[in-house]
Structures are given as C-alpha cells and as structure tokens.
C-alpha cells in the first residue's frame, strides 16, 4: 500500500474569539489585524484548497497530517469539515500547551487507513533536565495495515532571539523526541517512526544531523537511526519559507530506518533503489505564491487573503 504524509505550518490558524489565557488579541475582530468570521472562512478555504490540490496530485488525501500554528481543537475540526475536505473524514488530535501566543501543534489521521491507539502532548525537556514553558511536541501512535507507527508533531523555538540564543531549545527538541522514540522501542521494537514539523532548523543543522541521527544518505542508516529525505531539496537550493529573501528549509518529514524499502538476505541488508515517489517534495503551486514567495493571510496588519507564509512538505512511501 503507498500514501501520504504531510507536514504544513498554518501561519497562525486562530479562531475569532479571544482567550483570556493567552496573547491572541490581535486575532479578534477588534485587534490589530481585524480578524472577522469572515476572514477566518476565508482562511480555511484557501487552506482546504491546499489539501484538496494535493489529494488531487497524490491519489488521495494523507493517511497523517502534522500541523503548526493552531490555535485549539476547534479550528481543526473547521478546517476537516471544509466541503472540499470532507472526503477525508479526518480525525483530529491537540492538546493545549504553554505556548504565549496560544498556538500548538496538531495532527489529522484518517480513520480509514490510521487506527489511533494512544496519543500524548511530549514535555520538550532541557539539558538541565526542567521542562521547557512553551509548545509541547504532539505523539499519536497507533497501527496501518497491521503495524505499529508513531507520528511525532513538532514546533521547535524560533530563531527571532538569535540563533546562538535559541538553539539549546531546538537541540533539546530533537533530544527529546530521539529519546521517547527509543523508550517507544522499548514496547513496540518494530515499530516505524516518523517526525514532523517546523524545527526551526535545517536538515544540515545539529538539531537534526547530529542530535536526531537524521542522515541524508540511504545508504548509510544504521539501526536507530533516520533518513531525512528533505535533505535532497535542500541541496537543490529549495525551501519551504522565506527568511531574508533567501529560501530555507525549517519544515522537513523525518523517518526511521525500517520504514525505507529493503530487502532483508543472507549478505545482509540490501537497500532497494528509490524513485521519486519516496523522496520529499515541497508542494508548491503557482497559485500559492505571489511575487516568488508564498502567498500569506497577512503582511503585517493588512489581509493578503492568502495560504500560510510557508509551504507543505509531503512524503509518498511504500508500506510494506
């Protein structure tokens, strides 16, 4: 069976009604940005666009969905119930966190393809072993076509305080989730792993080379290790938001090692060849850009009636 995964930051999905827990005033129809009900549609329609387009283009809608920058359960179930997404007929999965903002993560899963067994929001803990007070990374596990697979959500700390700064809190991300994976291990040792999000680091970045074990060669993942197939599209000069008009790539899908398709045989573990069906691709659609970036719902205070300020990254795999 092949399918799809998909990873997409929303830029700042937020309903219309202000919470008094969090800084989400200027998402209100009387804060800054004049975020009406009918903005808020607007919002979901353009990004129900999104996912019907890549249905259209992957032979149906993603069996997993990661998602950044949601406010709370209720836009989820807004975004599923789209006319254009209800073929889907996702389920969604978010906890609440201490993020200031009021933004999480979430996840959708098809109930048709994903039996959800269990899911928890993960404390990102720090080096000096206290939990970090912000966005915690989502864990929905459960079983495909008789095998066990858990889904990590992430949405790592942004690099606005300086990179230097902030990047103790993005390498205590990938700790993290590195280290609830290998105790996930522990009671299912079969199973196929996948992390996904906004880490607010690149592929080449220590986070993700070298504290996650995400490689980019598919020949050289070694037992616990993961294969980074954004890695490619970097090395194409590819990303997936502007940063200081130059294109990075902070929004990758990563995977386990039992999830690249092999051979087990007697001179040991042969590694078949790869077409472009399980590399990443960064889905990119000339109606999602306007002049040569993605084409957000806001500059600044003024509505741009766009998608989100990044673009999705979607994997195609073979599960066998």
Not at 214 to 225: L, P, T
Not at 250 to 263: E, G
Not at 271 to 289: P, T, V
Request: hydrophobic share 35%; proline share 4%; aromatic share 12%.
């Amino acid at each position: 069976m092949s399918y799809s995964i998909m990873f997409y930051n929303l830029e700042n999905l937020y309903d219309t009604v202000d919470d008094p827990r969090t800084n989400d005033e200027e998402f209100t129809p009387n804060g800054a940005k004049r975020w009406t009900p009918e903005r808020y549609n607007r919002k979901l329609e353009n990004l129900s666009q999104v996912f019907s387009a890549v249905a259209s283009s992957y032979g149906g809608f993603p069996i997993a969905v990661g998602m950044s920058e949601v406010e709370n359960l209720k836009v989820l179930k807004d975004l599923a119930d789209r006319r254009r997404m209800r073929g889907a007929h996702y389920k969604a999965v978010h906890f609440e966190s201490n993020d200031a903002r009021g933004v999480d993560v979430g996840f959708f899963y098809r109930p048709d393809k994903f039996t959800l067994m269990g899911c928890e929001p993960v404390k990102l803990v720090l080096r000096s072993g206290r939990e970090y007070i912000g966005r915690d990374i989502l864990a929905a596990w459960g079983s495909i076509d008789g095998e066990m697979f858990i889904f990590y959500v992430c949405h790592f700390l942004s690099r606005r305080a300086g990179v230097n700064a902030s990047q103790g809190f993005r390498k205590a991300g990938a700790e993290t989730v590195r280290d609830h994976a290998e105790a996930m291990r522990s009671q299912y040792p079969d199973i196929k792993v996948v992390i996904m999000g906004d880490m607010n680091d690149t592929p080449s970045d220590e986070s993700l080379a070298l504290l996650l074990r995400a490689g980019k060669n598919i020949f050289n993942v070694q037992s616990g290790e993961y294969f980074n197939p954004c890695w490619m599209l970097q090395d194409e000069g590819l990303g997936t938001s502007l940063h200081n008009h130059r294109w990075v790539l902070y929004d990758n899908i990563i995977v386990s090692r039992n999830m690249l398709p092999v051979i087990e045989g007697n001179t040991g573990l042969k590694i078949k060849k790869l077409d472009s069906r399980h590399y990443a691709e960064i889905f990119r659609r000339n109606w999602m850009m306007f002049k040569g970036a993605p084409k957000r719902s806001y500059s600044g205070n003024s509505f741009d009636n766009g998608y989100s300020d990044h673009l999705p990254v979607v994997i195609k795999i073979d599960n066998r």
